[in-house]
């Protein structure tokens, strides 16, 4: 399944994940799944949240650099081997993992990954036909 990810560029000074947190807490923005990397001077976070419009319309109004794109969210049989087969599926058709996180899942028996490759289009119409692509929108995108 396709899903938006918001990704915002910060300052990696002490306290600026606190404003993030607390700019999408006060939009009433659910967070399910978050990605942090890091450098000496700027960190990129990467998010799948409830409202991904809104989350960037509340971010940019502080001040933070940020945009959308496309992800895929994968359906994993929290089992052993059961992300081996996630990963088999998609470099068995040529698609290169940019990165990779985990997202909260409700769903028994699954885990949820975000995924990224070059071309989310095209992997979601290979993955779709698959129990790892058979992800429901509600999982990603609960709304509070």
């Known amino acids: 399944m396709i899903v938006k990810q918001v990704s915002a560029f910060i300052e990696n000074k002490a306290g600026r994940l606190n404003e993030i947190a607390n700019t ?3 939009g009433n923005i659910d967070i399910s799944a978050l990605s942090l990397a890091d450098t000496t001077d700027y960190g ?3 998010m799948i949240v409830s409202d991904p419009e809104a989350a960037v319309l509340a971010l940019r109004e502080s001040g933070v650099v940020c945009k ?8 994993i049989d929290d ?5 081996a087969n996630a990963v088999k599926i998609l470099t068995d058709n040529g698609f290169e993992i940019k990165y990779m996180y985990a997202c909260i899942s409700h ?3 699954k885990a949820l990954m975000i995924v990224s490759v070059d071309d989310p289009e095209k992997a979601d119409k290979i993955i779709s036909a698959t129990a790892v692509g058979n992800v429901n929108p509600s999982e990603i995108y609960r709304h509070i």
């Open 68 to 75: 959308i794109t496309n992800t895929l969210a994968v359906a």
């Open 44 to 46: 990129i976070i990467r």
């Open 79 to 83: 089992v052993p081997g059961g992300f």
């Open 107 to 109: 769903a028994i028996g």
């Open 24 to 26: 999408l807490a006060a």
